[in-house]
């Protein structure tokens, strides 16, 4: 897990529970889709990460807080383009909120405060507004946006009130200088993002059913090339490798491509559409004919793996009953690397032997070994008392043993690897 300051972006739908209630499924689903397609475009063009979605709610995270904003602006104008061309049952009328702050990132998420404060403040934006936190208004460029200040809000769930900003549209339209009658900000965000898809309904609905066309496609070629070869990742063959990137590019592709494939004429977006199909099934059948040679060799590879970590295992345990605590540690990580779990709840385990060379030995190779899971046993380690502890110093390190302080380096070597 690593940290970033990252600009968090939160957006809803007003009423989107309600009108769940009154259609279909497949109304809903649809609904969602012509949302994506006209929000998610509008993300790419500002450098915006979409990191998941909550429903409705769309969570997305910029390295910059004035692109996040001028997004923010871009797609309440672009939903009013939208909103003109349907009827009023159909119409979207979207909540944005903005914060900025050290957000933790794992595995492609993000987590913290800064994501909650952005999360309760949509909660109290109405349709059409783009409010933000004082955090992003010292951080962007207020010379490009204007702001309105709002003074402090207690926001549900923070201890502290937060000042809360608004991008004020009468100031945006006079900046922009757009027609009578245009949008609510004057194309003042829009004009900055560069060309996008027409917010047409008629062409994002054609566009979204090509879309789930590919993606059902591209599902089923993922699926068939992994249940082909289940071995690939953990051999770790070149051979696995590269298919499996090659894979997740596909993946990417696909979905990188939709977006831009609703902007062409029809007769182009079938011609295309046909061709991916084509493209994506002979792949599958060349991905599967040579997925029987890699799996054999993944599955020798791995009974290889796991015959080797046994012995380490095994010649842990016999160390450990001999008293030879340093040796059996050493095993035990030896086998843990080759992914046996018993090793490492063994090395767990030594962190509480009534001896203190052996928890001494174990702190050592658990900080080596560089598993998340050692870092609550090492924790209590370095609080505990046990009889035989020396003295907890430098000093204690060189005459006597301290496995307190073992604890302690390798839980700074832990935190250091993350």
Request: hydrophobic share 40%.
């Amino acid at each position: 897990m690593r940290t970033s300051i990252l600009a968090v972006l939160f957006t809803d739908i007003e009423g989107f529970t309600e009108r769940t209630g009154r259609q279909s499924h497949e109304q809903n689903e649809r609904m969602l889709r012509l949302y994506a397609a006209l929000l998610v475009p509008v993300f790419r063009a500002f450098e915006g990460r979409l990191v998941k979605t909550i429903g409705d709610s769309f969570l997305v995270v910029f390295r910059s807080s004035t692109k996040a904003v001028l997004c923010g602006v871009a797609i309440q104008d672009r939903l009013w383009e939208y909103n003109c061309k349907v009827s009023e049952e159909t119409q979207m009328h979207v909540r944005v909120a903005i914060n900025i702050g050290e957000v933790r990132v794992y595995k492609g998420d993000v987590f913290g405060e800064p994501v909650n404060i952005a999360s309760r403040l949509e909660g109290i934006a109405k349709p059409g507004e783009v409010l933000f936190t004082e955090a992003v208004y010292s951080t962007m460029n207020k010379a490009e946006i204007p702001a309105e200040d709002l003074g402090q809000r207690n926001l549900r769930g923070i201890t502290d009130r937060v000042r809360v900003y608004n991008v004020p549209p009468d100031e945006c339209r006079l900046r922009a200088e757009p027609a009578e009658g245009g949008p609510p900000y004057g194309n003042f965000g829009l004009m900055r993002a560069g060309k996008l898809p027409p917010a047409d309904p008629s062409r994002l609905s054609f566009g979204i059913g090509i879309a789930a066309a590919l993606r059902a496609a591209n599902s089923s070629l993922v699926a068939a090339g992994r249940a082909s070869v289940p071995h690939l990742r953990r051999a770790r063959e070149k051979a696995a490798v590269l298919a499996l990137a090659w894979l997740e590019r596909v993946r990417w592709r696909v979905e990188n491509g939709i977006a831009r494939l609703k902007a062409l004429p029809l007769r182009w977006q079938l011609a295309f559409a046909g061709t991916i199909v084509a493209l994506l099934a002979g792949a599958g059948i060349l991905l599967a004919r040579s997925g029987a040679v890699h799996a054999d060799r993944a599955a020798r590879s791995t009974k290889q793996s796991r015959s080797e970590a046994s012995r380490h295992y095994e010649q842990g345990k016999l160390d450990e009953q001999q008293g030879s605590f340093k040796a059996a540690a050493n095993d035990y990580a030896a086998a843990a690397r080759q992914g046996d779990k018993h090793a490492l709840g063994r090395l767990l385990a030594m962190t509480r032997n009534p001896s203190c060379p052996a928890r001494s030995a174990a702190a050592t190779a658990l900080g080596e070994l560089g598993d998340p899971a050692a870092v609550p046993p090492l924790e209590l380690l370095s609080r505990s008392n046990f009889a035989d502890e020396g003295r907890d110093s430098v000093f204690g390190a060189f005459f006597g043993c301290s496995s307190r302080r073992r604890a302690r380096h390798a839980l700074e070597k832990l935190r250091s690897q993350r």
